[in-house]
């Protein structure tokens, strides 16, 4: 195959990736291999590629590819998320562009519209996944609404109900008026508000025998809410106030009359010491009115807007209507003053609203039973979370779990299974029939009906009885999907959950921590017995490079599709990862994506000058050592990649590839071994680095599969079969590694640079040979290298001394010195302030290690190797120091 001059990803990334799945090497079936599982955390159906997405899955895809190449059954699950509250915003957004209310349909019209929009838009996530190159098994991609999976749900739903872990009740919830749904309390996102304080004066009733009127202020940042008013509230221990015991005032503009009372809730000193009560739109106000047995009015309507209940400002919306009823205030005489306030704020996490308290009938699913297995995997280490420091935010949180409302008020959704006759009563059950025989049981109690009439009944019943209206929340779904994913709920014990459950690793966000992988763990104990995955790798949050978060509003969140078309995927892979530590967030700069695809580009290069070598059967192999060296380096290297990938430490794995590749591999090794321009090289050199590019290339495929593959098949490494494909290929192992040879090449390379060095400074050419002369203070043995100094320094002779040679430039590698003779006459001032700059680090550095070796604690605690080592260190430096002061007394 004749290759070009340059790497073009976009001839290369299509053709690959639609080779491996026609071959498919994605797809995975349960076999006697150890198999190696992740799920992918689904993203929403109504989603498009977002710079989050690009880390997750490139970590994901490493992951899996890696497994794949070690010999693992490697399965991949894709999918997507129905996204209730997106996904219907989303199509209500298309139907009011057809001039369609939702008010207009009925659930089946509007559920056609929904799913119209689904196949429409629903793939494009994972179209575009395809393009980073993720080698998920697509073949078992799933939603979490297709009829399977919605039936798992509703079956979890009637087990938790009928175990006495699902009720229903009314209770004060956080309402979303934009999705005009209620939400759980882990989707309220707290932010601080500038807000305003706002001064009410209550008249007090009756008034005084003068006939003079009373006021009593209240400090709301809610005017809006006074209407809503049940009760004042003021501590019996204020005696500011204690006069006022048993009265009532009247309610500004509406002048409805209304209790004061005591309660030791209130606060004294916060605002004027004076609470409006108002239970239908604050929880602490609910549990007041509860205790005091106060009237609930609530005058919100779902969207926010205010109801009749409200008597004035009707059909206005809640913060228009707080501005308008300043104003009225004021004008009545109502208002005492104004200030600046500031507050925490809930808001909805997916349509961003301020959140509203509102008393509502939902169901709710008990947390506390199910929350205690899976804060023991965490917590005894069943379960890993890394980096290891979201253990105790997992232990808060699961420790003050409450119990989860988990109805929607949405049509897109997996129904709540829940029946009511048209007296009140109800029943759960999975069917209409289900329902009926359900009804039937509640009347016939001691079972004494006929078959005819027990027919007769549910005959009667059946056009009386509707379902809940309601959806499950979307976590309700996803909780199940380690499970769901392998049809571990329609059909228990099959060979697929058996094989791939528990899975191995989950890659997600630690915002959803709680969300989705705490649920995880407690569905996998409740309906599996068992955890459903062994380690969570937490990703961070990818910021841009001043630190803030990206977001469409800011407009500094790159389109990654776009990335992808100018870096190339395998640039934009490597881009990411670069800038990634596990849990800790990444400032993103799309130079990262340019260094990507510059290293693609120095592989393809360094692949280009070896192909270019013209082979002579008859030489003698000259680069021995040169060989040995970077196999051995490869293994150092290698074994320190796989330290990183079973810490979990990509990012660092990667960087250690990077430089084994750019800096061990092109900067050194080829330069090392390749021939004089226009001249051959010896078969054992070319087959040697045919076979490290080879082993190279395939440590690098898990991080950038393409380029790989692409090289992969050349000529250079022999006919390929058409399954012989680098993505199933051996990943590299392990061998042993010379780290003596290793430090004794770390001295020939300090040569090199420090020759280069004093050219740079005299600026020699690099064409022009040097003499070096070599006082040996150590058991280097240089006759084994001297072969690739002369060649990389441009050394034209060696000499070995016994003394200081007078007036030559000169270094030091280790203990050994190094003279080079240029023929000129010494600048003794210069030299001697290198050489007292030096003595000055050297004396410093020394004081540091002496320091820790003459402490007790660390000489007691630490391991013996460490002390060694520094004590090694103690003596290089002394020696060093003598070196040094003998050059300047020579001087």
């Known amino acids: 195959m004749s290759i070009s001059t340059k790497y073009d990803p976009a001839e290369t990334e299509d053709k690959w990736y639609s080779y491996w799945l026609s071959k498919g090497f994605f797809h995975s079936e349960p076999d006697e291999r150890e198999p190696y599982t992740i799920v992918i955390p689904p993203p929403n159906v109504t989603g498009v590629l977002h710079m989050g997405h690009m880390l997750n899955n490139t970590i994901q895809d490493v992951m899996i590819r890696r497994a794949r190449m070690q010999g693992k059954n490697a399965c991949w699950v894709p999918g997507t998320d129905h996204a209730s509250i997106a996904t219907e915003a989303k199509v209500v957004a298309m139907l009011k562009e057809r001039g369609i209310s939702k008010k207009d349909l009925t659930r089946e019209e509007f559920m056609a519209y929904a799913w119209e929009w689904k196949e429409k838009y629903g793939g494009i996530i994972l179209d575009q996944l395809k393009k980073l190159g993720a080698s998920c098994d697509w073949d078992r991609t799933r939603f979490t609404m297709e009829e399977d999976l919605s039936e798992a749900v509703i079956d979890c739903f009637i087990d938790l109900y009928k175990k006495g872990r699902i009720y229903r009740g009314i209770r004060m919830v956080n309402w979303d008026p934009a999705g005009k749904t209620a939400v759980s309390d882990e989707e309220v996102i707290r932010k601080e508000v500038n807000q305003k304080l706002y001064y009410i004066k209550y008249s007090i009733a009756p008034a005084t025998a003068d006939g003079k009127v009373e006021y009593l202020t209240i400090a709301t940042t809610r005017p809006e809410t006074i209407m809503a008013d049940a009760a004042i509230c003021v501590n019996p221990n204020d005696e500011r106030y204690t006069h006022l015991k048993g009265k009532t005032v009247f309610v500004p503009l509406i002048n409805r009359e209304i209790p004061i009372i005591e309660d030791e809730y209130v606060t004294m000193d916060f605002g004027t010491g004076c609470l409006k009560v108002t239970p239908a739109h604050d929880l602490n106000d609910y549990e007041l009115g509860v205790k005091h047995k106060l009237p609930v009015i609530d005058i919100l309507n779902d969207d926010g807007t205010l109801n009749e209940l ?42 961003d609203a301020a959140i509203e308290p509102k008393l509502s009938m939902q169901w709710f699913c008990k947390m506390d039973e199910m929350a205690k297995p899976a804060l023991a995997d965490v917590l005894n280490g069943e379960v890993k979370l890394i980096p290891e420091k979201f253990v105790n935010t997992y232990r808060h949180w699961m420790e003050n779990v409450r119990d989860w409302n988990i109805s929607r008020q949405l049509w ?10 048209d007296k009140g009563n109800w029943v759960v059950a999975k069917t209409q029939e289900d329902a009926l025989n359900e009804f039937l049981k509640l009347k016939d109690i001691d079972g004494a009906f006929s078959a005819e009439e027990a027919h007769g009944f549910k005959h009667q019943l ?35 959950v058996n094989y791939y459950y528990p899975t191995n690793d989950l890659v997600t966000a630690p915002e959803i921590l709680f969300f989705w992988v705490a649920r995880m763990i407690m569905a996998g104990h409740e309906f599996m017995g068992k955890k459903p995955f062994t380690n969570v790798y937490l990703t961070g949050i990818v910021r841009d490079k001043l630190g803030r978060k990206m977001s469409k509003s800011l407009g500094n969140s790159p389109d990654p599709i776009g990335l992808i078309e100018k870096y190339g995927a395998d640039g934009v892979r490597v881009g990411m990862l670069l800038c990634s530590p596990a849990g800790n967030d990444l400032m993103f700069d799309e130079s990262y994506c340019e260094q990507g695809r510059n290293f693609a580009n120095k592989v393809w290069n360094a692949f280009r000058l070896i192909k270019g070598w013209e082979v002579d059967e008859t030489l003698p192999n000259p680069n021995e050592q040169a060989i040995v060296w970077f196999e051995n380096r490869f293994n150092e290297a290698l074994a320190e990649i796989e330290d990183n990938f079973k810490q979990y430490r990509l990012s660092e794995a990667l960087m250690i590839t990077y430089k084994l590749v750019w800096d061990d591999f092109c900067a050194w090794y080829l330069e090392m071994v390749k021939p004089v321009y226009q001249h051959p090289v010896d078969p054992a050199t070319l087959k040697a680095t045919i076979g490290f590019f080879e082993k190279v290339i395939s440590l690098l495929h898990p991080f950038m599969p393409f380029i790989t593959e692409e090289l992969w098949h050349d000529e250079i490494f022999g006919e390929k079969g058409e399954m012989d494909c680098i993505i199933v290929a051996p990943y590299p192992v392990v061998g042993d590694a010379d780290f003596a040879l290793l430090k004794d090449v770390d001295v020939v390379k300090g040569i090199v640079a420090e020759v280069r060095n004093i050219r740079n400074i005299k600026q020699i050419s690099p064409k022009e040979g040097l003499p070096l002369s070599i006082k040996v203070n150590s058991s280097l043995a240089y006759d084994k290298w001297l072969t690739i100094v002369t060649k990389l320094a441009n050394i034209t002779a060696v000499d070995f001394v016994t003394a200081q040679v007078a007036g030559a430039s000169s270094f030091m590698v280790g203990n050994d010195e190094f003279f080079i003779q240029l023929n000129e006459t010494i600048d003794v001032e210069a030299e001697r302030e290198r050489l007292n700059a030096d003595l000055v680090y050297l004396q410093g550095f020394l004081k540091s290690v002496d320091a820790k070796l003459s402490n007790e604690r660390f000489v007691q605690n630490a391991k013996p190797e460490i002390i060694q080592n520094e004590r090694n260190k103690k003596a290089d430096a002394e020696g060093k120091m003598k070196i040094i002061e003998d050059s300047l007394a020579s001087l």
């Open 462 to 496: 059946a056009p009386f009885i509707r379902q809940d209206d309601d959806v499950m929340d979307t976590w309700f779904s996803s909780w199940l999907w380690p499970i769901s994913v392998f049809n571990g709920f329609k059909d228990p014990g099959n060979k697929d």
């Open 412 to 421: 897109w959704g997996q129904r709540i299974p829940a029946w009511f006759d």
């Open 310 to 351: 409200a008597v004035i400002l009707v059909g206005e919306d809640r913060f228009a209507a707080r501005k308008k009823i300043a104003v009225l205030l004021d004008e009545a005489g109502h208002l005492d003053k104004v200030e600046d306030y500031k507050s925490q704020v809930g808001f909805s996490e997916r349509t």
